[in-house]
Structure formats: C-alpha cells, structure tokens
C-alpha cells in the first residue's frame, strides 16, 4: 500500500480516523494524506434581501458590513481547518506514521478524493460528521457519497479506535464480495488476523460453492479460515454475529443495488454501518 487518504471534519470523530489511518499505515508502510474541506469557495450561506425602506447609502453600509464578516468567517474557517490538520498530523506521527501530508481544501468532498485518490489504496471516512444527528444514529452527509463514489476500498471509522484482531467478511457471492476477498488475500493489511467468513441466506448448492471458494482462496494467502452459511435476513444475522462473536473489523462489499432499489428495500450496507460499532470496510 503507498498511501491512504483521512478525511476529517473536526467532529469527535476526526480523532478516530487518525487511529483507523495511523493502524493501516504502521502495518503496511503507507503515507497518510489528511485532508480538511472547507466547502466551496465564495458560496453565500443564505440569499441577503436588501430592498425595503433601505436607502442607497445604508445598502451600501450593510453591504459592507456582510462583506467584512463573511471575509471574517472565512479567515477563521481556514485557521480552524489549519489547527485541524497540524493536530491529526501530530497525532500520526506520535503513533507511528513516518510520512504525513495535510491538504487544506475548497470545494466539494466528492471530487476532491476522486481527484487524489488516483494514487491511493484506502479513504478513511468517520462514520458520521459535525452536523449528523447522534441521538437518531444519523451517517454523516458525506459518507454515502464517498463510499459510492470512491474508486478505492473506503474504511468507516467508528466512533473511537481499538486493537483490531479479528474480521468478519460478509460474504454474498457478488462482485463486490469477491473484490473484498480478493484484496484481504492479497493485501498484507489484515494479514494475521482471525477471519470469519459469513454468508447469509438459503443453503443452495450454488451458495456453498462460491462460500467455499472464498474460502479457499483466503485460505491460500494463511488466513484460518471459519466460513459458516447462516439463514436469516444479512443485516440482523451480521450484526449478530458482529456482537456475539468480538468481531473488531467488518468487511463488505458497499451499495449493490440502484439508489431506487435502496429506497424501496433499505440498503444493507448503511443498516450495516448504522448498527455495527466497529469500523467497516468498504469494497465496490
């Protein structure tokens, strides 16, 4: 792995990602590019109506005025976007991480990381942001969009970092799924760890074979393989199992269906993300 992207925000959760980040780099050698979004450049939060009874020299005054504290927010936004950084870059480096870049950024998330993730292997997202409503398990606004976006696997951190030893894969049989398998038997990231490979639903043939499959294949890259076929419905069974057994790292594949089909039906992957407190790992 060369080098992965952490993005924080500032929320409790920007504290975690470092963690998440500075585990993956210490295990395989990777640069840490952390970056900060400040949203686009010169967008006015809300329109300013400045008719009425005003006259042209108190508009003018007013007008002013907005325009000396908007230059204001903006000075403190890139000043609390600096410290941001310089305290997730020391916190990189006092865990370890020998090569930290910070990036201060205008402009929308989703382009950003699609514009440097070209020579990444991992973004690592909190699994919510500043404005998500913790009381209602809200994801954070970016989150869907990153992880549907992003070329690259897409690590969700959890609310705070701890040791990672054991994994869950869960497995359906699909591309992503296979993508998922095929990167943890290559990658020397999760190399070492316990492996749980899970798939839900009906025990037909065809679903013990690709299980089995899988399986075989992790198991040729030294992982100690436990696949098991479980009935139920994925998210209940996974989420079960995630608590039951101390899993520590979930690993799916993300969004396999249309957005109309998620409206209708719900998507696993962010029933997933909402419920599990623990990090999951993202492959599309």
Partial sequence: MRKLIALIDGS?????????????????GAAVEVMHMLGRRGRPAAPVNLSGNLDADARDTLLAELSSLDE????LAQKRGRLLLD?????LEQAGVREVVTRLRHGDIVETVQEFERDADLVVIGKRGEAADFAKLHLGSNLERVARSSTRPVMVASRAFKPIGRLLIAFDGGTSAMKAVDHVAR????????????????PTDEAKKRLEDAAVLLRGAGYAVDARLLPGQPDAVIAERVEAEGIDLLVMGA???SRIRNLIIGSTT???IRSCKIPVMLFR
């Fill in 12 to 28: 409790v959760y920007s504290q975690s990602v470092c963690d998440h980040a500075a585990w993956v780099a210490t295990r395989t």
């Fill in 72 to 75: 204001q927010s903006a000075k």
């Fill in 87 to 91: 305290e997730a870059k020391a916190r």
């Fill in 187 to 202: 990658s020397p990231l999760l190399a070492g760890l316990d492996c749980l490979l899970l798939r839900v639903g009906a």
């Fill in 255 to 257: 969004y396999g269906h």
């Fill in 270 to 272: 962010t029933e997933m």
